[in-house]
């Protein structure tokens, strides 16, 4: 089965960046024909999408537009999402997801199949 694992969470100061990777293992299908995305998650509050890879581009949440930046390596199976001057609202776990169709905009935690562990981001102000 389709397995993703996310590295490089960690503490950093407010305006201070960091680089998310996720790898995903187990694929049936060339990883360029998987939908990525990257969710995040703060306790006591829903699971939301932050950016990811649609049929029509590549979208990404008001609250973090033009300072995260999301990519993807498809000969090594990876998607990256590059976090600059982060906010302490940036703090959450966040998770790599995936689905094999790739037809459509996926803007729910629904439209995705497979899911990481998460790693935990925390941004001290």
């Known amino acids: 089965q389709v397995q993703l694992v996310e590295s490089g969470g960690g503490l950093v100061q407010a305006g201070g960046s960091l680089r998310l990777s996720c790898l995903a293992s187990?694929?049936?299908?060339?990883?360029?024909?998987?939908?990525m995305g990257w969710f995040r998650q703060a306790p006591g509050k829903e699971r939301d999408l932050v950016a990811g890879?649609?049929?029509?581009?590549?979208y990404y949440a008001d609250s973090i537009k033009g300072r995260f930046t999301i990519s993807r390596d498809d000969a090594k199976n990876t998607v990256t999402l590059q976090m600059n001057s982060l906010k302490p609202e940036d703090t959450a776990v966040y998770y790599c997801?995936?689905?094999?169709?790739?037809?459509?905009?996926?803007?729910?935690?629904?439209?995705?199949?497979?899911w990481g562990h998460g790693t935990q981001v925390t941004v001290s102000s």
């Open positions: 187990g694929l049936t299908f060339s990883f360029s024909s998987y939908a």
């Open positions: 997801a995936s689905r094999r169709d790739y037809s459509g905009r996926y803007y729910s935690l629904k439209d995705y199949a497979y």
């Open positions: 890879f649609m049929r029509n581009g590549i």
